[in-house]
């Protein structure tokens, strides 16, 4: 059981924009820790998308931008593509009873 | 290019110790600033963060498996590794290796392409 809830789906035609959400709580986001984000592919290794609520790695497009804001966070990809297709998770530090790295439930985008 | 690759049984039979290596590539183990971390998936559920080292050999675990993980350090050899002792069917996972940033942002930037270990009579 995560500490992080973000929503299992959200989808999309191609070229609009969606949000994905990671809702956490005054132990973690609401703490001020940083939010992380990243994106799965099938069958392949997570990838950092987005680091420190909202920096992107070299050779992420700006397409993908975050945001945090309380206890919740959001990771926004706008003119979505196919190769968007995949599982995106957030990922935060908790300070409650040594969790310490916690990450989020996931959410699978779909590109309609 | 920093890389991560894991190396391990991919069967493992119940109550047995699950042992897994992590060897990086382009790049040394011992740098400051980076942790050493495992991090597993089920199949077809989220991640779970198991464990990380620093290069000193400090340890930090996630308290759900704590009291089945032990994870060390080969500076000699660049190399760090897993142990989860009795293991069961909801052990069996991708487990995967990966680097982490130790100070200011705690994200996991480089990662190993992953392993699946079956727990399985």
């Known amino acids: 059981q995560s500490v992080l809830t973000q929503p299992p789906s959200v989808s999309g035609a191609p070229g609009q924009r969606v949000t994905i959400s990671c809702t956490g709580s005054s132990s973690n986001i609401g703490a001020g820790y940083d939010v992380h984000w990243y994106q799965q592919l099938p069958g392949i290794a997570p990838k950092l998308l987005i680091y420190?609520?909202?920096n992107r790695p070299s050779g992420v497009p700006d397409r993908f931008s975050g945001s945090k804001s309380g206890t919740s966070a959001s990771l926004a990809i706008t003119g979505l593509q196919a190769e968007d297709e995949a599982d995106y998770y957030c990922q935060s530090y908790d300070n409650l009873s040594g969790r310490f790295y916690v990450f989020g439930t996931g959410t699978k985008v779909t590109v309609l | 290019q920093l890389q991560l690759q894991e190396s391990g049984p991919g069967l493992v039979k119940p109550s047995e110790t699950l042992s897994l290596t992590c060897i990086v590539s382009?790049?040394?183990?011992?740098?400051?600033?980076?942790?050493w971390g495992w991090i597993r998936q089920p199949p077809g559920k989220g991640l779970e963060w198991i464990g990380s080292?620093?290069?000193?050999?400090?340890?930090y675990y996630n308290p759900s498996l704590k009291s089945r993980v032990t994870i060390s350090v080969d500076t000699s050899k660049n190399q760090f590794s897993l142990k989860l002792s009795s293991v069961t069917a909801a052990d069996t996972a991708v487990y995967y290796c990966?680097?982490?940033?130790?100070?200011?942002?705690?994200?996991?930037?480089?990662w190993g392409q992953g392993t699946l270990v079956t727990v399985s009579s």
């Open positions: 382009g790049g040394s183990i011992s740098r400051n600033n980076y942790y």
């Open positions: 990966a680097r982490q940033i130790s100070s200011g942002w705690t994200n996991f930037d480089y």
């Open positions: 420190g609520n909202n």
């Open positions: 080292i620093y290069y000193s050999g400090s340890t």
